[in-house]
């Protein structure tokens, strides 16, 4: 089996190396690509990487390429985490908001339709090569925004087989049959919304509903790392909200936070990101493979450490938890949310999974082809996405409202629409304001130059 990795420059793809290297027999892995436009970058994370790639323990041929058609050829299954204009981009999608008193964020707003309207017309280029080289290959999505990425390509191409995922779900999960004591996969969590849009309705272990407890819970402790919020709002909401909707029930408060740190996250990550590239080039020079390795680590704690701090203003490292629970939340991340969905299509094992997938009638009055997150029961080359029943009037407005928006920012993607885009903008919960959509888009156009559709 091959399986092609689109964007491996990044720092997260030695993680999901290392983890394939752990799982290649139920993989059955045999060929592995990995495939960025940055030679350079590739080139540096390839060597961090030699001493396991390199080891007799590793039973795959791995190939470093810049061209998608090497990567993409016969391929079983393809992994996008690309980034379109790298990690520079990602600081224009934030900083350009942040100027106007709204939020930036990465996912999220003005932020999230920046980076899916640079990242749209991409990912259907290489569907297209897809459609050639690979025609039965699964498209496995983690580029961001991964709903509305996702959902571009069944809209666009009918391609069939096609996931998009996210680790924030299965930190929940984790967190939650942590909590419980419990393993993860004894835990079902009734989760329903859109990607980085969701709330757990109720949590089933041992045949019953433990949310009623986790909510007590919660209002009792007040600080559980990974659920930024304040517990009179979780109690009052009855559910447990995705870590992201800090930024539509906090969004006064999430955007002074960032204008106060003087930084948003993505100028942070851009300036660390180029700190370790630049320590790790030097250390190349001498092959010091061991330093390389220590700057990396060193890297991954402190972007760990420092996730949404910014934001929240809110430490959420989990070692403020019982020692007894930190080793259940701890895990392979989106490389195991990926492999996991790899190992249950080729049949190794079916899993139930909260995934990006077409709606096909598990929402009521959302149409077959909006994609949704929500449980998913993944088998042999199957996802059935499960029933979702009585979601609540405020949670489903905000999801028609997003989606909405969703169809007008893919649209204007696809066909380069000025006026669509706008119009997109202008209707997204964290905007809502015409000239001020129109001041964001026009900046993002002029700051973004090449990376942005022509839009006219």
């Known amino acids: 089996m091959k399986i092609a990795i689109l964007g491996a420059a990044g720092v997260r793809t030695p993680l999901i190396v290392q983890a394939m290297i752990a799982r290649q027999e139920n993989l059955g892995l045999t060929d592995l690509a990995l495939m960025d436009i940055d030679a350079d970058h590739l080139k540096l994370i390839s060597l961090l990487i030699s ?3 390199q080891s007799p323990h590793t039973r795959f041929r791995i190939t470093n390429t810049t061209d998608p058609f090497i990567a993409l050829s016969n391929a079983d299954f393809v992994i996008t985490t690309f980034r379109v204009g790298g990690i520079e981009a990602r600081a224009i999608d934030e900083r350009v908001p942040l100027e106007h008193g709204i ?4 996912t999220t707003g003005a932020g999230g339709f920046a980076m899916g309207l640079r990242s749209i017309p991409v990912l259907l280029e290489y569907v297209k090569l897809m459609q050639r080289v690979c025609p039965s290959a699964w498209l496995i999505n983690f580029a961001n925004p991964a709903g509305m990425l996702t959902e571009a390509v069944i809209r666009t191409t009918g391609w069939q087989r096609v996931a998009g995922i996210c680790d924030s779900p299965s930190s929940m999960h984790r967190l939650i049959a942590a909590v419980l004591q419990a393993k993860p996969e004894e835990v079902y969590l009734d989760y329903f919304g859109l990607n980085h ?4 309705k109720s949590v089933i272990f041992e045949n019953r509903d433990h949310l009623p407890d986790l909510l007590q819970l919660i209002k009792a402790t007040n600080n559980i790392p990974g659920l930024p919020f304040d517990a009179d709002l979780i109690v009052s909401l009855g559910m447990i ?3 992201y ?4 029930y906090y969004q006064e408060k999430s955007v002074q936070n960032i204008l ?3 930084e948003c ?11 370790l590239f630049a320590e790790l080039k030097v250390k190349s020079l001498t092959r010091d493979i061991k330093e390389m390795q220590s700057s990396y680590q060193a890297y991954l704690a402190e972007r760990q450490k420092s996730y949404m701090v910014r934001e929240t203003g809110r430490n959420h490292d989990f070692s403020t938890l019982d020692p007894q629970i930190q080793p259940s939340i701890l895990d392979e991340g989106y490389a195991g949310v990926a492999l996991d969905l790899i190992e249950a299509l080729i049949g190794h094992v079916p ?3 909260i995934l990006n997938v077409p709606n096909q009638g598990a929402i009521s009055m959302m149409e077959p082809e909006d994609v949704v997150e929500i449980p998913v029961l993944v088998s042999h080359h199957q996802l059935q996405p499960m029933a979702i029943h009585d979601i609540p009037s405020n949670c489903f407005g905000l999801m028609q409202q997003v989606k909405h928006y969703e169809h007008l920012a893919i649209e204007a993607g696809i066909e380069e629409s000025y006026s669509k885009a706008l119009l997109a903008l202008t209707i997204h919960p964290l905007v809502g304001d015409y000239l001020l959509a129109k001041s964001i888009l026009d900046q993002y156009q002029a700051r973004h130059q090449a990376y942005f559709p022509a839009l006219h």
């Open 51 to 53: 001493p396991i790639t």
């Open 103 to 106: 939020l930036g964020q990465e």
């Open 197 to 200: 849009l969701g709330w757990v």
């Open 241 to 243: 909200p995705n870590e």
């Open 245 to 248: 909707l800090y930024y539509y």
């Open 260 to 262: 106060r740190s003087g």
């Open 265 to 275: 996250r993505g100028e942070q990550i851009a300036r660390r990101n180029f700190q």
């Open 351 to 353: 899993r139930l999974q």
